[in-house]
Structure formats: C-alpha cells, structure tokens
T-cell receptor, first 119, second 114 residues
Framework: NAGVTQTPKFRVLKTGQSMTLLCAQD?????MYWYRQDPGMGLRLIHY???????AKGEVPDGYNVSRLKKQNFLLGLESAAPSQTSVYFC???????FGTGLSNQPQHFGDGTRLSIL | DQQVKQNSPSLSVQEGRISILNCDYT??????FLWYKKYPAEGPTFLIS?????DKNEDGRFTVFLNKSAKHLSLHIVPSQPGDSAVYFC?????????????FGTGTRLQVTL
C-alpha cells in the first residue's frame, strides 16, 4: 500500500550542485505534480504531467526541469542548485479528468515530501 | 497575488468543541474547493471537497460550507478531537483544462487541547 513514494527524504546540497528527486506512484495515475512548500506559504506548483512523455510548467518552474519517461515515475531535477531552492518538495498524483464530473472527481494524493537544503 | 487566502495562521480549540477554519478566494473562475490536512513530516491528505454548485458538503464530523457570493468557504469540525491537531490547507481548482491544477492557501494550524 505504498501510494506515492518520494526519494530521498532529506538532502543537503552545496550551491551549484545538481540532483534529481524521484517520485514513484503505484496507483496507475495519469497525472503527476511537483510542488514546493516554503514557510508561511501554501504549496506552489512547479511542474506537472498529464501523461507519460508529457510535462508542463506550473506557477514556479524556473530553475527546475522534469521528466516523465514512465507512467509511474516523475523526476524533478535541479541543474544548478541555489539557496532560494531550499524548500520541502511534494509530489502528487491523481486520476485524469476534471473535478465535478462524476468518475473524474478525484483529489490529488501526496507523497511525504523531500526536505532539501542548499548551502 | 494570493488567490486563496487563509487569514488565520493558527487556531486553538478545546476537545469536544467546534473548530471553524476559514478560507477566502478572489478568482471567480474557481469551481471546486478542497480541504487537505497535514501532519508534521507527512504529505497533505485529502479531507473533504465541495463543488461550486453546492453550498454544503458533509462527511462525518467534517462539513464544508461555500458562500459563492462572498467568495468564502469554511470547514467545520464537530466535535474536535486531539487527533485533529494538524495544519489545514484550503485549495481551489478551475475546470478549464484537464490537469486540475490546485491553488493552495497558506494553511491554518489547528491545535485541539484537552
């Protein structure tokens, strides 16, 4: 009963280093999302994907790249980490469709987050 | 521009009493609203939702009320229990496009005391 799994859970990077955060879901969900949460702010959407091989920008995409090579995985990459990217990152997934329409009335399911510190 | 606002960062309620968490929004295109609950070191978990065509939705101890004219929604928890202590996020979505992107509020930390 894994749901949405994020790895790693914690990471400390130096400015300029690169890394990839992995999100894996076992619910066969089409849609996947990456958010960041900062103190005093709600979750903000970085990038999202509506299916394997597709990605799109969210509210705060700068400095991040994503890939969805397999339906169950959604990767978030930081090519050159900056202190402003210190945050808690959450991945989410959901079934396709639109809210308010019967079968597609499904919420997003979240992983437990990755706490990333950039020095 | 904060389109979804939770103006109370924290709320303390005695066990057994009613907890009322409030949320305001500015975007009139929002047509679906959700509440998520978050414990420390865990991801948000879905709690309850409401479509803009309704003004109330109830699930056990949790009821969400929507006032479209005031662009306001509230979550009522009755009776409040210590396990309800968590951060509650209000979120809103529009039906434009199929990605169902959510816009979140900043959260309200609820503490239920004995």
């Amino acid at each position: 009963n894994a749901g949405v799994t994020q790895t790693p859970k914690f990471r400390v990077l130096k400015t300029g280093q690169s890394m990839t955060l992995l999100c894996a879901q076992d619910m066969n969900h089409e849609y996947m999302y990456w958010y960041r949460q900062d103190p005093g702010m709600g979750l903000r959407l970085i990038h999202y994907s509506v299916g394997e091989g597709t990605t799109a920008k969210g509210e705060v995409p700068d400095g991040y790249n994503v890939s969805r090579l397999k339906k169950q995985n959604f990767l978030l990459g930081l090519e050159s980490a900056a202190p402003s990217q210190t945050s808690v990152y959450f991945c989410a997934s959901r079934l396709p469709g639109r809210f308010g329409t019967g079968l597609s009335n499904q919420p997003q399911h979240f992983g437990d987050g990755t706490r990333l510190s950039i020095l | 521009d904060q389109q979804v606002k939770q103006n109370s960062p924290s709320l303390s309620v005695q066990e057994g009493r009613i907890s009322i968490l409030n949320c305001d929004y500015t975007n009139s295109m929002f047509d679906y609203f959700l509440w998520y609950k978050k414990y420390p070191a865990e991801g948000p978990t879905f709690l309850i939702s409401i479509s803009s065509i309704k003004d109330k939705n109830e699930d056990g101890r949790f009821t969400v009320f929507l006032n479209k004219s005031a662009k306001h929604l509230s979550l009522h928890i009755v009776p409040s229990q210590p396990g309800d202590s968590a951060v509650y996020f209000c979120a809103a979505s529009t039906n434009t496009g199929t990605a169902s992107k959510l816009t979140f509020g900043t959260g309200t930390r609820l503490q239920v005391t004995l």
